[in-house]
């Protein structure tokens, strides 16, 4: 016996509200996927998208290292100026090849050229050019020893007539009665000083030569001079040769000095 019971059919109702339900279900779902991002959503993009801070970097031109550099550069410009013009100031000047004694006449042969970097314009024009030639009948106002620069005021282009022969003079005098200082060219005094066992034929320390210039002035050895002395050739000029005989015999009986002044 089949069940007499009959399904029922659902209710209009029921099947409107399970229709609309699905209906409003696919909506919201279609409107979800079509509606914008939410904001929080927009923040983390926003904040993916937003360049991050930057420090700003110290300028390069207070760099320490940049400073030194720019010293050090500085530097090798200024000495390398230098010394391209030092060496364009190198002056041709003449200098004793030989020991020129004073009142001795000049010759071309008795020079040499050298080649001198001076202080300045002023110094180097102390000293006679070897861009000219040497004054013809020149001499020597004062002594000039071997190697040495040819001063312009140690030269008389006026000739031998003007100042005077001069007369060599050889004194041996004790090491220690010559300053350290004396050498060729210096001018100096000469004393005689009394000595003990002279008998007490001097009284007092007589001038017998004064400003008289050393010609030669050889160091101690390198003469015939008695050991511990040293033998000053001096040379006496006209005006005291007169008196030439008398101060060698008052040299004879005591020790000769010398003495020099600055």
Request: hydrophobic share 40%; no cysteine.
């Amino acid at each position: 016996m089949r069940d007499s019971a009959t399904r029922v059919p659902p209710a209009a109702g029921s099947l409107w509200t399970t229709e609309t339900s699905k209906s409003k279900k696919q909506q919201y779902v279609r409107m979800s996927a079509s509606s914008p991002s939410s904001p929080r959503t927009d923040s983390a993009a926003s904040g993916a998208a937003a360049p991050g801070a930057r420090r700003s970097a110290a300028s390069s031109w207070r760099d320490p290292r940049l400073a030194v550099g720019i010293v050090i550069v500085a530097v090798s410009v200024l000495a390398g100026t230098k010394l391209f013009s030092s060496a364009d100031e190198s002056v041709s000047v003449w200098a004793a090849r030989v020991d020129l004694s004073s009142g001795s006449p000049v010759h071309a042969g008795d020079l040499a050229r050298r080649e001198v970097n001076f202080p300045s314009a002023e110094v180097a024009d102390r000293y006679l050019s070897a861009d000219a030639a040497v004054p013809v009948d020149s001499m020597m106002l004062r002594a000039v020893g071997e190697g040495e620069l040819l001063p312009r005021a140690a030269l008389s282009e006026a000739g031998p007539t003007d100042t005077g022969p001069v007369t060599e003079v050889p004194l041996s005098v004790p090491a220690d009665a010559v300053p350290e200082s004396v050498g060729t060219g210096s001018v100096v005094d000469v004393w005689v000083t009394p000595e003990p066992a002279a008998g007490g034929r001097m009284d007092e320390s007589l001038l017998i030569f004064e400003d008289v210039e050393v010609i030669a002035a050889p160091p101690l050895g390198n003469t015939l001079a008695p050991s511990g002395t040293r033998q000053i050739i001096i040379a006496v000029d006209e005006a005291q040769q007169a008196d030439l005989g008398s101060a060698l015999a008052v040299a004879a009986r005591g020790t000769p000095v010398l003495t020099k002044q600055g």
